[in-house]
């Protein structure tokens, strides 16, 4: 400005020694000279709108580092897993199941709202915010919302990471029981596969004592039938030798009466002994018979028992089937 200043008062005394006349040097100079002052006011003007403009740039700078050094700061902590929770207000809270915010809201119904505190910028000095222009304040107030937006995503973020990370410990608990309740279905499902093969083999084993006891009482049904037949016979025996015995008897009486007509002591003797043979025979029927039907009563109980331990062995095969069937159900389920 200066060196503009001394040439333009070099240039009017040329413009005054040229050959004119001093009238219209004169006005001339005075036009100039009004027309110098307007421009040295509009360039003081100038200088000092520019001034202005940058001192407003420099406090929006100075206002743009501040926000996104409290941006950075705030991204170094929101990335400490502990810090960001204690910064969002994340806590663990007695009888509410999961974490909470602040205000104590469950995670999964907390709000997104989050207050923006301008002095936590830390600017130093108060007095500079107070003269700043509306158009400086229009653009604050955009810069500060969107930082306060910033932070509200960043804070919901790590919200979201709370509950995701929450969640995520939930199911893995659920997986834990459910392996654990897979293992204990699959120890408890090979225990009763193990008792099964015990029951098939059971089963098996009774199916072949059931077999040989079903032939023990065929044999003894059999053998029964043939000691009935014996025993028949025995009586058929029993009724011949009754009559030979009545028929002998009478010959005897006969004999006796023959005797007493005729008494001879040989004819006498022979008829004692024939009488003798025929009271042992008979003695030795009767026993026989005796004998038979003992054995027949023995064999009837015999047949009696066994016919009753094979509908006891019979019962317990059909809870046993029923039993099987229960099980395969079980395992079908399972």
């Not at 040295?40 to 580092?65: G, N």
């Not at 410990?169 to 193990?194: D, P």
């Amino acid at each position: 400005m200066a060196g503009q200043e001394e040439s333009s008062s070099s240039l009017f005394p040329r413009e005054h020694e040229k050959p004119h006349g001093s009238e219209l040097g004169k006005s001339q100079l005075d036009v100039l000279q009004e027309s110098f002052q307007e421009v040295k006011i509009c360039m003081h003007k100038s200088e000092q709108d520019a001034k202005k403009e940058i001192e407003v740039l420099w406090r929006r700078v100075k206002t743009a580092a501040t926000v996104l050094s409290y941006l950075k700061s705030k991204a170094q902590v929101m990335a400490v897993p502990e810090l960001s929770y204690a910064a969002c207000g994340i806590r663990q809270s007695e009888g509410v199941d999961g974490l909470v915010d602040r205000d104590g809201v469950p995670l999964t119904f907390c709000s997104r709202n989050v207050d923006f505190d301008i002095s936590s910028f830390g600017c130093p000095d108060e007095y500079s915010w107070t003269r700043i222009d509306e158009h400086d304040n229009v653009y604050i107030e955009e810069l500060l919302n969107s930082a306060n937006l910033v932070t509200e995503v960043m804070e919901s973020l790590v919200q979201r990471a709370a509950i995701a990370e929450s969640e995520t410990l939930v199911h893995k608990e659920r997986v834990s029981f459910g392996q654990e309740e897979i293992k204990r279905k699959t120890a408890q499902i090979e225990s009763m596969s193990f008792k099964l093969g015990e029951m098939e083999k059971f089963a098996s084993g009774t199916n072949d004592i059931l077999n040989e006891m079903k032939q023990r009482v065929e044999d003894l049904v059999e053998e029964t039938t043939m000691q009935r037949q014996r025993a028949a016979e025995n009586d058929l025996e029993l009724c011949r030798v009754k009559r030979d015995f009545e028929s002998l008897k009478s010959y005897v009486n006969s004999l006796i009466s023959v005797r007493e007509t005729l008494p001879s002591p040989d004819k006498f003797q022979v008829i004692e002994r024939l009488l003798e043979r025929l009271m042992l025979r008979t003695t030795q029927l009767e026993s026989e018979k005796s004998q038979k039907d003992a054995e027949v009563n023995k064999l009837v109980e015999e047949n009696v028992r066994l016919t009753a331990l094979l509908d006891k062995k019979e019962a317990e095969l059909l809870a046993m089937n029923e039993q099987f069937k229960v099980m395969a159900l079980s395992n079908s389920r399972f």
